[in-house]
């Protein structure tokens, strides 16, 4: 056997044996190698391809040299496909399984983090269970370090474990290209401003980190858990069930079943976080924080429901039942906790106001009034939005900015498109047979995705998001003070008419908020007129006053198949130099301009670009196979093995 073949086969032995050891190092449950190990790995990896490489310039038989360098680099490209696929996962968010070729290139991967780590961060601030690495620019970062190893033992001490002994790294700043998330024992918090208190995200991945150590090699959760344990050790318990209970009236929820799916088992998005976070605190609090460790770490993918049962002696659907019935307990006593937010905000009548008249008009007009944080089923309309930024020294425009978003719903499918001053457009469906979100840039690039109906959800909630940023002028706490929906400190009604019957005159309402903004109190005064002639119809106004700043507001309302939307709207703004206008519009949609809407987002669909990171993924898969037939190829050529 030549020289050449010799190094090769070296190359694929000093791969294998790093996948060997990296796997047996997962196996023990040594998740944070030192950095020794890369430097090793490395090392006798590189120095036979540095070997075959020097073959190929200075060798008697170049073309030889050159095919065993290609089949030496093959096990590199195999695995640097893998590592570049997985990278793409990570980044995009995409459904990822927790199996043995994900955990051993994860243990690989923290000898890695540990190497760079010691290149890029000079300071190391160790405390009893972490160690801060940071580039120095972290303040009191020893003090720092001890609030983590007291958020660290509290963690522990709810799961009824103790910190293991091993250091947890917390990295200020990125490492391998990534940031902000947990890999391994490594937790990447890096932030623009690094701030002297801990922050959510120094909260949160530390806890996936901590329960990483204490589950073991083998804990495979859903994300709904594994994201809902870090919400619960990182944000405010009150808001995330108020929330969740609010989206659940919304009919924005999703099921428990939905959660631990094929499809959001694995992905690291959206409700498995602010419907994880919920849950995770009802599973504590309901059996306990042993228990709850005992579900963590000892459900596997394939046998959950079994497991599910097993370990907590409830199936899931006894777990969500009651969970359902938790949250809109827990969010009664929250509200009821905190009065300024509660039903129970004292609402003040001027001596012309009868209550019962109030009362009467407020249930008519709920009656008829449609959240907007739902979708119509039957409704075309076309949003405009002008808005205008003024310098009032110079009279000079700035910002100038249109948006159109337009609209089609029927039944369950709708077409949606939003195009921006900068020739930027969205386009959003959901048929029975796809839904999309794509989104093309002003140099006419698209980029997005087409996928079958599965991904529904996705879609109808970047549209409600959408509707509410454009129609939330109709936001019922927007028009009446209702005590249900109440949002400042104060309500006082100053005056209210109601009409002789059958006048066809609509109700008046004048009435003032006041609320503390920087320690002053700010006065709204704010004129409704409901019009029951007209099902209802609003016309809103309303100033605001406080120093250099002013506000006015003018909105009209209209009723559209059902649904009370705005038919104007405007806002002025002085703020110091600067003065705001802002206009919108909105009219229902002809017959042809909704022919012509949908076949625009069908058009789109239909021409959708490769999904992201597509081409490098095809041209890294057309590597794996060309490079060891290439090799092979150049070896037949010169005839000599």
């Known amino acids: 056997m030549n020289r050449t073949a010799k190094l090769a086969l070296i190359v694929w032995a000093a791969v294998g044996a790093s996948i060997a050891l990296s796997f047996l190092f997962w196996r023990i449950w040594y998740i944070r190698p030192h950095a020794f190990w890369a430097v ?6 590189s120095f036979p391809m540095m070997g075959l490489a020097w073959c190929v310039v200075r060798g008697p038989n170049r073309l030889r040299a050159l095919g065993w360098l290609l089949i030496g680099a093959t096990p590199l490209v195999w695995l640097g496909t893998y590592f570049t696929n997985l990278s793409i996962v990570a980044k995009t968010r995409a459904p990822i399984a927790f199996n043995a070729p994900l955990r051993t290139t994860m243990t690989w991967v923290s000898s890695i983090l540990d190497l760079e780590a010691r290149w890029r961060y000079p300071r190391w601030t160790h405390g009893q269970h972490s160690v801060l690495m940071d580039a120095g620019q972290t303040p009191d970062a020893d003090r720092l ?13 709810l799961l009824g474990k103790s910190v293991p002994d091993d250091k947890f790294p917390w990295v200020r700043g990125s490492l391998v290209w990534h940031n902000r998330r947990a890999i391994g024992l490594w937790a990447l918090c890096g932030l623009d401003d690094n701030p002297s208190e801990l922050t959510y995200l120094d909260r949160h991945e530390n806890a996936h980190t901590l329960m990483t150590a ?14 809902g344990w870090a919400e619960t050790q990182s944000a405010d318990r009150d808001s995330q069930i108020s929330s969740l209970a609010q989206k659940r009236k919304d009919g924005r929820a999703y099921s428990l079943e939905e959660l631990v799916d094929p499809f959001w088992y694995g992905k690291g998005s959206g409700p498995v976080y602010w419907q994880g976070g919920p849950l995770v605190h009802y599973l504590l609090e309901h059996y306990g924080g042993e228990k709850f460790f005992e579900f963590y770490s000892g459900i596997r993918r394939s046998t959950f429901l079994d497991d599910c049962q097993a370990i907590l002696g409830d199936s899931w659907e006894s777990v969500e039942n009651e969970f359902w019935k938790w949250i809109e307990l827990e969010a009664q006593l929250i509200a009821e906790n905190n009065p300024q937010e509660s039903a129970e905000t004292e609402i003040e009548f001027a001596d012309s106001v009868n209550p019962v008249d109030w009362q009467a008009m407020v249930s008519g007009y709920r009656k008829v009034v449609r959240d907007n944080e739902s979708l119509p089923t039957n409704q075309t309309f076309l949003v405009e939005l002008d808005r205008v930024v003024t310098d009032q020294k110079t009279g000079l425009d700035k910002q100038p900015f249109h948006v159109e978003f337009r609209a089609v719903f029927r039944g369950d499918d709708f077409w949606v498109t939003e195009n921006y001053s900068r020739n930027q457009e969205q386009f959003l469906l959901l048929s029975k047979e796809r839904c999309a979100y794509l989104l093309r840039d002003e140099d006419g690039v698209m980029e997005g995705w087409v996928k079958d109906h599965h991904a529904f959800r996705a879609v109808r909630e970047e549209t409600v998001e959408l509707m509410r940023s454009y129609l939330s002028v109709s936001n019922l706490a927007d028009l009446l003070p209702l005590t249900d929906r109440v949002r400042l400190s ?27 903004v920087e320690g002053e109190e700010v006065e709204r005064r704010n004129e409704v007129k409901v019009d029951p002639a007209l099902d209802w119809a609003v016309v809103r106004y309303a100033v605001e006053e406080h120093g250099e700043w002013n506000f006015e507001s003018k909105s009209q309302y209209q009723r559209l198949n059902g649904a009370i939307f705005p038919s104007s ?29 949908i076949e625009r987002v069908e058009q789109a669909a239909n021409s959708a670009p490769l999904p992201r990171f597509h081409k490098l993924k095809s041209a890294l898969m057309a590597m794996v196979f060309l490079c060891p037939l290439c090799g092979v190829l150049l070896l037949g050529v010169s005839k000599s093995w």
């Open 145 to 157: 370090v001890e609030e983590m190893d007291d958020h660290l033992e509290a963690m522990a001490k």
């Open 40 to 45: 090793l790995s490395v090392a006798t990896i």
């Open 214 to 227: 204490l589950a073991g090699p083998d804990h495979d959760p859903p994300f709904v858990l594994l994201e």
């Open 569 to 597: 709207s405007s806002t002025y703004l002085s703020e110091g130099n600067d003065q705001v206008v802002a206009e919108v519009r909105v009219r229902p949609l002809t017959e042809s301009e909704q022919i012509e809407i």
């Open 490 to 516: 104060t309500w006082e009604i100053t005056d209210l008419v109601r009409p002789k019957d059958g006048s066809g005159e609509p109700w008046s309402i004048s009435y003032t908020t006041i609320a503390q």
